[in-house]
């Protein structure tokens, strides 16, 4: 079982930036893809971006390319997403989630999840 906790969240204005954190528990946090989806008030979740675990390898969402960057320490077993340019559309709960898939975009196939960190952008 992998745990996988969420921080950075908070309170920022438009055109401001967050960077969350995504611990992870476990030995073998480089052998999955580690992913963030967020949900905004009366919406259903939605996919952020990814990261594999061959360096470099990304897939972001065409709502936040440009603005969020997805990185990850495998030495520290820790994704991060750093987001610039903060939209008010960007208000959401955003989680963490991992999955043996490479560069997964679909939900379904993320096993496992965090609880999720807040974030509140303003206008």
């Known amino acids: 079982q992998v745990q996988l906790v969420e921080s950075g969240g908070g309170l920022v204005q438009a055109g401001g930036s967050l960077r969350l954190s995504c611990a992870a528990s476990g030995r073998t946090f480089s052998r999955y893809t580690m992913g963030w989806f967020r949900q905004a008030p009366g919406t259903r979740r939605e996919f952020v971006a990814a990261t594999g675990w061959i360096g470099g390898n990304t897939n972001i969402a065409d709502s936040v390319k440009g603005r969020f960057t997805i990185s990850r320490d495998n030495a520290k077993n820790t994704v991060y997403l750093q987001m610039n340019s903060l939209k008010p559309e960007d208000t959401a709960v955003y989680y963490c989630?991992?999955?043996?898939?490479?560069?997964?975009?679909?939900?379904?196939?993320?096993?496992?999840w965090g609880q999720g960190t807040q974030v509140i952008v303003s206008s």
């Open positions: 989630a991992a999955t043996n898939l490479l560069l997964a975009t679909m939900e379904s196939v993320y096993v496992y």
